[in-house]
């Protein structure tokens, strides 16, 4: 901590030990007293299972198998599965060792240094936010859908005030504000409303499939059409950079459907979020984390075998996929509940992202980063109030003005980059923190975390030009507010000064 210079404060880093004993303090006067232990293991699943399920199962299968993937989405939805297991085992060992309300920011800043982890927190307000806000105006369009409500209002392409967005926004967010407890139940029983349709979709559209459309199961590669002046920023990263022609199908579309729907599994890590308000973390974080990717990963493998054994890929909606699917074959009441099953699939999501949020912000300002008012714990609520309320507002602000369909693939890249991040912090802790005391351990470190690593960069390369030029954005802009205030500010920056001559 006596390293001089500005580089010197950019790396300085939070030791693990003062981490761990912050979560163990009793609350007090501190408004930055830790947050209440509630949670248990199938809690911390309901809340992954519930952001993770959502609109990558009921959209995205229909997107990616008609313009990537085909039959072979299912591969691309199991790679994009490996690369989250991958990772999750990372996020197991640092969860359950260091269980803290700022997942991998915290982990960053224990490892590599503030900078790394503040552009890790803004990357997850940019993945948690732009997500909740992504979703809330695809709930309003299938409660539009639903219910013949006014497209005015309700829909997405001719909405000018989406206001389904922004009250199913407010709503949840007084439920996030209100406490975890409340959070936990409501979460919990959508949870069991869309995971009992999903599984309803296997048992009943499994007796309408055609072994002929699976065939061919991964069509062939074609030249991808450019219809515009923006083509070549909509290809991939590594087409663009390697100048090789833009195509659709074949091996390529395959990964790059992956990278596409890797957006059904971002959220995964919010779990880790909730560390600081978990009963038992050094079993449950492990548990929590592995058991929410398990159950998800199996149930969109086996939606998307019944998705397009049903019907031919090319002819599959992009809006409304399984809904439309079972109207194709004569099975339009079904749609109904696959509709009930998306309205609640979708809501829990919203709910998640906006509780993961609140939990990050309280973790920036604890340490200093962001000013220490806004993170204050509210005693009869037990959250992070005026964090929640906050970022509320901005997402329900968003969500009513901004259609965000054509940037999903951002929450994908955020997510990736901070996988990578995470698969990175094992391995300097393992070295730098070789005694820390290790509830679980990540397997074959350092061939697993480094495997991890390079496929998170490796799917980060299939996302279009486009996306890596709006991240890039999105990051200098963090920069910028760190510059202004973090980095004077921050809780280390008055210790380094201390120490100093």
Known sequence: MNRRGLWGQLVRTKN??????????????????????????????GFGVGIVIGTGIFTLTGVAAKNNAGPAVMISFLIAGVVALLAALCYAELAAAVPTAGSSYTYAYTTIGEVFAWIIAWDLILEFGLGAAVVARGWSGYLQDSFGLPEAFFGEEDSVVNLGAAFIVLVLGFVAAIGIREAKWLTNMLVVVKVSVCLFVIAVGIFFIKVSLYSPYIPPSRPQEADNALAGLQQPL????????????????????????????????????????TKDPA??????????????????VLVC??????????????????????????????????????????????????????????????????????????EKYQTPLRLTVGTTIVVAVIAAFVPLAALAEMVSIGTLFAFLVVSIAVVVLRRTKPHL???????????????????????????????????????????????????????????TSTMEP
């Not at 232990?37 to 911390?44: I, K, P, V, Y």
């Not at 090789?244 to 890590?269: M, W």
């Not at 159950?295 to 969109?300: A, G, H, N, P, R």
């Not at 194709?328 to 609640?344: E, K, M, R």
């Open 283 to 300: 079993k449950d974080m492990p548990r929590g984390l592995l058991g929410t990717l398990a159950i998800c990963t199996v149930l969109y």
């Open 16 to 45: 693990v030990d003062d981490v761990v004993r912050q979560n163990e303090e009793q609350p007090g006067g501190d408004h930055h007293a830790r947050l209440s232990r509630r949670l248990t293991q199938w809690d911390l699943m």
């Open 238 to 277: 590594w087409q663009f950079v390697s100048g090789a022609e833009p195509t659709s199908f074949g091996v390529t579309g395959v990964l790059v459907a992956a990278a596409i729907v890797f957006f059904a599994y971002s959220g995964f890590e919010a779990v880790a979020n909730l560390g600081e308000e």
């Open 437 to 495: 005391e290790r509830p679980f351990r990540t397997p074959q470190v350092p061939l697993l975390p480094v495997v991890s690593a390079v496929l998170c960069v490796g799917l980060m390369t299939n996302l279009a030009v486009e996306t890596w030029l709006r991240f890039l954005v999105w990051l200098a802009l963090g920069l910028l507010v760190y510059a202004l205030y973090g980095r004077k500010h921050a809780n280390l920056a008055s210790r």
């Open 305 to 378: 075998f019944v998705l397009v054994g049903m019907v031919r890929y090319t002819d599959l909606s992009e809006g409304a996929p399984i809904s439309d699917a079972f109207r194709q074959v004569g099975l339009g009441w079904a749609g109904i509940l696959v509709g009930i099953a998306a309205i609640a699939g979708l809501t829990s999501v919203i709910l998640v992202d906006i509780v993961a949020m609140g939990r990050i912000g309280f973790a920036l300002s604890r340490d200093g980063l962001l000013p220490a008012s806004i993170g204050k714990i509210d």
